[in-house]
């Protein structure tokens, strides 16, 4: 399996171009997340997403559309970028499980963003 | 969700015990103690969680105190992979979605030195 990856790895925007991270996971996992991460900061989520055509709004949803329309997949978009969106962006997912305690989330590799 | 408190940073001889504490002197009954870790560059790790007992596995202890206030992440023989900064974690249990969310702090940046 190859767990969450994440595409691109790196990309460099202008300011008011848009774009769009794909994050795919294949262990069929109910739950997705999209988190940022600045230099010296914890993570902070953005959206994230209950199962197949529902997400929800994070911590920093501001300036973010996301959509899930495969289970597989999770679509972060900035629609017109700006420079405090330059971050470490990062994808994660997790299965439902009737242990409620049990709340691994399995990460992607990450995807650096510089908006200039 | 509790806030946690970590030290910033710490060091660990190679091969030695590592022990990295946190203060929850908040918790709420319901809420567990999550540790991840996060190698430079790379996306979090889980590590382990618990509730109020001692847990162990693979990777680490977590240790509880009785009044749940705070804990201890041990990592029993560490070594130079384990250079990472590693975060405590506490929130409720749930089966995920909006109370599956992490809030992450700045964590303890552990350097393991040969």
């Known amino acids: 399996n190859a767990g969450v990856t994440q595409t691109p790895k790196f990309r460099v925007l202008k300011t008011g171009q848009s774009m769009t991270l794909l994050c795919a996971q294949d262990?069929?996992?109910?739950?997705m997340y999209w988190y940022r991460q600045d230099p010296g900061m914890g993570l902070r989520l953005i959206h994230y997403?209950?199962?197949?055509?529902?997400?929800a709004k994070g911590e920093v949803p501001d300036g973010y559309n996301v959509s899930r329309l495969k289970k597989q997949n999770f679509l972060l978009g900035l629609e017109s970028a700006a420079p405090s969106q330059t971050s470490v962006y990062f994808c994660?997912?997790?299965?439902?499980?009737?242990?409620?305690?049990?709340?691994?989330?399995?990460f992607g590799p990450g995807t650096r963003l510089t908006v200039l | 969700d509790a806030k946690t408190t970590q030290p910033t940073s710490m060091d660990c001889a190679e091969g030695r015990a590592a022990n990295l504490p946190c203060n929850h002197s908040t918790i709420s009954g319901n809420e567990y103690v999550y540790w991840y870790r996060q190698i430079h560059s790379q996306g979090p790790q889980y590590i382990i969680h618990g509730l109020k007992n001692n847990e162990t596995n693979e990777m680490a202890s977590l240790i509880i105190t009785e009044d749940r206030k705070s804990s201890t992440l041990i990592l029993p023989h560490a070594t130079l992979r384990d250079t990472a900064v590693y975060y405590c974690?506490?929130?409720?249990?749930?089966?995920?979605?909006?109370?599956?969310?992490?809030?992450f702090g700045k964590g303890t940046k552990l350097s393991v030195k040969p």
């Open positions: 262990m069929n996992h109910e739950y």
């Open positions: 974690i506490v929130r409720v249990a749930s089966h995920g979605g909006s109370q599956g969310n992490l809030i």
């Open positions: 994660a997912s997790s299965r439902w499980t009737s242990a409620i305690s049990y709340n691994e989330q399995f």
């Open positions: 997403s209950v199962g197949e055509g529902t997400t």
